[in-house]
């Protein structure tokens, strides 16, 4: 089964980039859509990006984003690593939260995909 592990999170500043990394294992990282998903204290889980399936094209990935993030992160994968980022840019203290890699068989990356595996998340937190 997939196994999916974040790192990259820690304490930045108002207006900071920070780029998360989730790590698959498996060799079937190419035909995963993988996600991100954030979660405040008192929240409820929230899709952040997503990116879909992919063949041997990096044009034929497909992106999400949650309104909030729009125009502030992007979401790419590296399939010769089994890995996928998220690069956050612009950040607030509203995007404070633990960050969740997610993956989804055969999926489009899109909110409502079948989010089958998770990582155990990364903390991230934006000071004033």
């Known amino acids: 089964q997939v196994q999916l592990a974040e790192s990259g999170g820690r304490v930045v500043h108002t207006g900071d980039s920070l780029k998360l990394t989730c790590l698959a294992s498996g060799p079937t990282f190419r035909t995963l859509a993988m996600g991100w998903f954030r979660q405040a204290p008192g929240t409820e889980r929230e899709f952040v990006a997503g990116?879909?399936?992919?063949?041997?094209?990096?044009?034929?990935?497909?992106?999400h984003y949650a309104d909030s993030v729009k125009g502030r992160f992007i979401i790419s994968r590296d399939n010769a690593e089994n890995t996928v980022f998220l690069h956050m840019h612009t950040l607030s203290p509203d995007d404070t939260a633990v960050y969740y890699c997610?993956?989804?068989?055969?999926?489009?990356?899109?909110?409502?995909?079948?989010?089958?595996?998770w990582g155990r998340g990364t903390q991230v937190t934006v000071s004033s």
């Open positions: 997610a993956a989804n068989r055969l999926g489009s990356g899109s909110e409502d995909n079948q989010w089958d595996y």
């Open positions: 990116i879909g399936f992919t063949t041997d094209a990096f044009t034929s990935e497909r992106t």
